[in-house]
């Protein structure tokens, strides 16, 4: 559920970037920290394990509009993507009002990306979190590797909502900020639909 700053006339809305280790996650958000202007974003912090890291910051869209005279604040979130930092990635997605599942479309991370989204369905199903009804868009990510399942095959494996589904090479920047803009969309709605 997203906070209401009153004083600020800011809702802050909590994205979180979901997925197996490695697929993409820190690259979607470092590319979009790097392109956003200064006065826009706040700082990035990261949390920093031995073998993983979390990062995180905000930033308020220029051309997302408002919602009843309120502006939005976008709060984006990483999870850690190794599975033995579970408790951090259920703790994560706590709050959560938009999903985006970065899937690494290598032909041998599919299981991965399996275990992973089943993962993400349990978190949620643990904060009270409803998978079928959370605005969620799924990141086809490293589209630029020569070993990538065909889009068809990868839609058929991960797809489970009819959600919008975006290629993506998160290093260069390619489909970074169509996956941001298509979950605030969604998350624009919902807030819309429920306000």
């Known amino acids: 559920m997203p906070f209401i700053n009153f004083p600020a006339r800011e809702i802050n809305c909590k994205l979180v970037y979901y ?3 490695l ?6 958000l470092q590319w979009i920290y790097e392109h956003t202007g200064t006065s826009q974003k706040g700082k990035m912090v990261s949390l920093a394990t031995e073998t993983d890291r979390t990062l995180f910051f905000d930033f308020l869209p220029l051309d997302l509009g408002t919602v009843r005279g309120f502006k939005t604040r976008f709060h984006l979130y990483t999870v850690p993507g190794q599975v033995f930092y579970e408790a951090s990635r259920r703790l994560i997605l706590k709050g ?9 479309s290598q032909e041998e991370r599919l299981d991965a990306n399996l275990e992973t989204l089943d993962n993400l ?3 949620l199903k643990d904060h009270n979190l409803d ?14 590797l020569p070993n990538i399942l ?3 095959e990868l ?11 975006i290629e993506a090479v998160a290093v260069t920047g390619q489909g970074v900020f169509d996956t941001l803009k298509e979950v ?5 709605a919902e807030l819309k639909k429920n306000s």
């Open 155 to 165: 839609q058929k494996q991960l797809s489970v909502k009819g959600e919008p589904v």
């Open 23 to 28: 697929g993409g996650k820190t690259a979607n």
């Open 150 to 152: 065909p889009v068809e």
């Open 96 to 104: 959560a009002d938009g999903v985006v599942f970065v899937a690494d």
């Open 131 to 144: 998978f079928n009804t959370i605005p969620y868009v799924l990141q086809l990510n490293k589209r630029d």
């Open 121 to 123: 369905r349990e978190h």
């Open 184 to 188: 605030a969309k969604l998350v624009l």
């Open 19 to 21: 997925g197996p280790g």
